[in-house]
């Protein structure tokens, strides 16, 4: 098990659920704009959110935005230290740095006194794209253990001045190296980690890789929290992460829809039948797994782990509860006599 962190409430690692990060894409010092959109991602399901602080100015805003939220503040600093000590006076709830990259050693042992004063944890975010030249030719490229070294190489500096309130993050935008990393990582290390792939492109494949690289790694026990990152509204990102933290059995959070391929068998039209209970069930928070099957002879035992569910036949359809029919009703009836059902659970 990893070691426990807290960025603000939240606690990441040692045994706590997955949590789920994202990042805004506003500028940060437009305080009503940053706000307003980390106030849509908290409803989306997001629990920690990180902001970008490329200059003095977007770190003096960074204050008034922790006022007027009530979700973890990360702040993502490259280069200059200074503005992570202003964004500690600040008020944020954790750090996100490269140590290796903020200049002499006398900068990271500020940075780690700042952090370590207020309680707040730091993020070593390592990336394929600025790996330290020196391990670029030690592995002749981007490689898991180049990914592996380079954090380690971070954490010695943070450990040196007695601070260890550490997350680490060891992001590609290949998805087997980026799980080779973490899998090494996780052998190496007990600090908690913040899973992604980082650079996976808009919303079709950006899922795709990041539920195969970060819901593989979760189906292993490796990962404490994550982000998936994506071209697209962080919203989006955050909706990413829940499905795949249910696809990895980590949440119950609301219903899951499950729904046969269809085949030469169907007799009714179950993609658009599929598509009108899943949009009817984003009203539903009941934690239930709901089935639509094409099949009404096959159907209701083979989504028997559904608490309820509908099969469609030729002009009527089976409404059943955990693979027993319950009643026979006819096809234009079929949702709405399901989510009666629904209601009643």
């Given at each position: 098990?990893?070691?426990?962190?807290?960025?603000?409430?939240?606690?990441?690692?040692?045994?706590?659920?997955?949590?789920?990060?994202?990042?805004?894409?506003?500028?940060?010092?437009?305080?009503?704009?940053?706000?307003?959109?980390?106030k849509?991602?908290?409803?989306?399901?997001?629990?920690?959110?990180?902001?970008a602080?490329?200059?003095?100015?977007?770190?003096?805003?960074?204050?008034?935005?922790?006022?007027?939220?009530?979700?973890?503040?990360?702040?993502?600093?490259?280069?200059?230290?200074?503005?992570?000590?202003?964004?500690?006076?600040?008020?944020?709830?954790?750090?996100?740095?490269?140590?290796?990259?903020?200049?002499?050693?006398?900068?990271?042992?500020?940075?780690?006194?700042?952090?370590?004063?207020?309680?707040?944890?730091?993020?070593?975010?390592?990336?394929?794209?600025?790996?330290?030249?020196?391990?670029?030719?030690?592995?002749?490229?981007?490689?898991?253990?180049?990914?592996?070294?380079?954090?380690?190489?971070?954490?010695?500096?943070?450990?040196?001045?007695?601070?260890?309130?550490?997350?680490?993050?060891?992001?590609?935008?290949?998805?087997?190296?980026?799980?080779?990393?973490?899998?090494?990582?996780?052998e190496?290390?007990?600090y908690?980690?913040?899973?992604?792939?980082?650079?996976?492109?808009?919303?079709?494949?950006?899922?795709?890789?990041?539920?195969?690289?970060?819901?593989?790694?979760?189906a292993?026990?490796?990962?404490?929290?994550?982000?998936?990152?994506?071209?697209?509204?962080?919203v989006?990102?955050?909706?990413?992460?829940?499905?795949?933290?249910?696809?990895?059995?980590?949440?119950?959070?609301?219903?899951?829809?499950?729904?046969?391929?269809?085949?030469?068998?169907?007799?009714?039209?179950?993609?658009?039948?599929?598509?009108?209970?899943?949009?009817?069930?984003?009203?539903?928070?009941k934690?239930?797994?709901?089935?639509?099957?094409?099949?009404?002879?096959?159907?209701?035992?083979?989504?028997?782990?559904?608490?309820?569910?509908?099969?469609?036949?030729?002009?009527?359809?089976?409404?059943?509860?955990?693979?027993?029919?319950?009643?026979?009703?006819?096809?234009?009836?079929?949702?709405?006599e399901?989510?009666?059902?629904?209601?009643?659970?």
């Amino acid at each position: 098990m990893t070691k426990q962190i807290n960025v603000g409430s939240v606690p990441v690692g040692g045994g706590a659920p997955v949590s789920i990060q994202s990042m805004t894409n506003t500028r940060t010092d437009d305080v009503s704009a940053t706000v307003e959109q980390i106030k849509r991602l908290q409803t989306a399901g997001c629990q920690i959110i990180r902001v970008a602080v490329p200059d003095l100015v977007a770190a003096r805003a960074v204050g008034a935005i922790r006022e007027q939220i009530s979700i973890p503040l990360v702040v993502d600093i490259h280069f200059d230290y200074k503005l992570a000590l202003e964004c500690v006076a600040a008020g944020c709830d954790a750090v996100r740095i490269n140590p290796g990259n903020i200049g002499g050693e006398d900068r990271v042992k500020a940075v780690a006194q700042a952090c370590k004063a207020k309680g707040l944890p730091i993020r070593i975010g390592v990336n394929g794209g600025s790996l330290e030249k020196p391990l670029l030719a030690k592995y002749g490229g981007v490689t898991p253990e180049a990914l592996v070294e380079s954090a380690f190489g971070h954490i010695r500096l943070l450990e040196k001045y007695d601070f260890d309130d550490i997350c680490v993050s060891l992001k590609s935008s290949s998805v087997p190296v980026t799980m080779a990393a973490y899998r090494l990582m996780s052998e190496k290390s007990n600090y908690p980690l913040h899973l992604g792939v980082t650079e996976t492109g808009t919303v079709r494949m950006g899922t795709l890789k990041s539920a195969i690289g970060i819901g593989g790694l979760l189906a292993l026990g490796i990962g404490d929290t994550m982000r998936v990152s994506l071209s697209a509204d962080p919203v989006e990102e955050v909706l990413a992460a829940r499905d795949i933290l249910k696809a990895a059995g980590l949440r119950r959070d609301g219903p899951d829809l499950i729904s046969c391929p269809t085949c030469g068998r169907t007799r009714i039209d179950l993609i658009s039948l599929a598509s009108e209970v899943e949009e009817r069930l984003k009203k539903v928070d009941k934690p239930i797994t709901v089935a639509v099957m094409g099949c009404a002879v096959n159907g209701p035992g083979e989504a028997s782990a559904a608490d309820v569910g509908i099969a469609g036949g030729n002009g009527e359809g089976l409404l059943f509860r955990k693979g027993e029919i319950v009643k026979k009703v006819p096809q234009d009836c079929l949702v709405d006599e399901l989510f009666a059902m629904i209601e009643q659970l």
